[in-house]
């Protein structure tokens, strides 16, 4: 059994090392909540990392970690399923405040166990393989990064466009090109087309092997993505139209061609993720594992929730690459594309500031 007997919430803005550029607007920093669990003696560490997909700015997910982590103060756990029934149970979610609590009471589940999470919940297998993300830019700048990051031995690009359907397939071409053929290319849209510039990118595309357009279209119209799935050749995945579990049984009630993009701090964390992503699994809806501009801290729980999923998950873990600074450590060993959680209690980072 672990008593909570106190908490400690921290915020962190973080510097990216290259301006991150999307179709929907650029960033240079990562601004984060760190929070702190204690009890029998131990820390459980969590991340929060919101953004304007996951809702609520950092001051107010600060706030609402804080609430969070003071309800816990007394409250006994008695088992990781006790964890479980938190998140899934939690109402009027600020979902990255959540994710952050509950990573948190994981770790510290994790510690009081004696076991690194994935093994709290019969992990399938002991590493993932993450794609490399190449922010929008002249392509030049892309098609070199891309030749770059091939070489440094990630065999997976998620390239971002979403700006204009015929100059982005070019850039595709272009890319497919210099890399050759033995590198997988995703393609992320982030909402930037209609139903005809989707169409029209993927006919552009239609040589180049890409492996899965995600979200060509704006979230929410989910007629509207279901019908460009409907024709479009590449796979579609829903990120930022996927928030939670009705949102997942939409898909699965109605038969959408649609693959999801489980991020922790947009689905409320590890606890109600892994979840879904079970759900899926058994549904036959293929998950990817993405994140934000998240730091090693959020990463690590993101990798252990991969592991743990019956059917190896699409992986877009990579994040903390471009962070100048990270103050998180540890969780996992990256070997060019391959990250492997390290052998320590709970999630395995450790927070310096
Ligand atoms: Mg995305």
Redesign the pocket.
């Known amino acids: 059994m672990v008593e909570i007997t106190g908490f400690e919430v921290d915020h962190t803005t973080i510097a990216r090392k290259e301006t991150f550029q999307i179709a929907t607007g650029s960033s240079t920093e990562s601004h984060g909540v760190i929070i702190k669990l204690r009890g029998d003696g131990l820390e459980g560490l969590g991340a929060c990392c919101p953004n304007s997909v996951t809702g609520g700015d950092p001051a107010e997910v600060e706030e609402r970690a804080r609430e969070l982590a003071g309800d816990l103060v007394g409250k006994e756990f008695f088992s990781v399923r006790d964890i479980l029934d938190h998140a899934m149970e939690a109402e009027n979610v600020c979902a990255p405040a959540l994710a952050g609590v509950d990573q948190a009471l994981l770790d510290l589940w994790g510690k009081h166990e004696g076991e690194p999470v994935h093994r709290l919940f019969a992990s399938y297998r002991d590493r993932l393989t993450t794609d490399i993300t190449l922010g929008m830019g002249s392509p030049d700048h892309v098609v070199k990064k891309a030749q770059g990051r091939a070489a440094e031995g990630f065999g997976s690009l998620k390239i971002k466009v979403g700006a204009d359907p015929v100059t982005d397939a070019e850039l595709v071409r272009s890319v497919r090109d210099a890399v050759g053929p033995a590198v997988e290319i995703r393609c992320?849209v982030?909402q930037g087309y209609d139903f005809e510039g989707a169409l029209e990118f993927v006919q552009g595309v239609q040589n180049s092997g890409i492996s899965i357009l995600?979200?060509p279209v704006p979230a929410g119209d989910w007629d509207l993505i279901r019908a460009v799935a409907e024709v479009s050749p590449v796979p579609v995945?829903v990120?930022?139209g996927f928030h939670s579990l009705e949102d997942l049984k939409r898909i699965i009630t109605q038969g959408m061609p649609l693959g999801i993009?489980i991020k922790l701090q947009k689905v409320g964390g590890f606890s109600r993720a892994l979840a879904m992503g079970s759900a899926a699994v058994e549904a036959g809806i293929p998950v990817m594992l993405?994140c934000y501009g998240e730091t090693r801290m959020g990463i690590a729980a993101a990798l252990h929730l991969g592991l743990c999923l019956e059917q190896f998950p699409l992986v877009?873990l990579d994040s903390f690459l471009n962070l100048d600074g990270d103050p998180t450590t540890g969780g996992f060993d990256i070997d060019r594309d391959t990250l492997s959680p390290l052998k320590k209690d709970g999630f395995g980072c450790d927070f310096h500031q």
């Open positions: 992320d982030n995600e979200q995945f990120d930022e993009n993405g877009d």
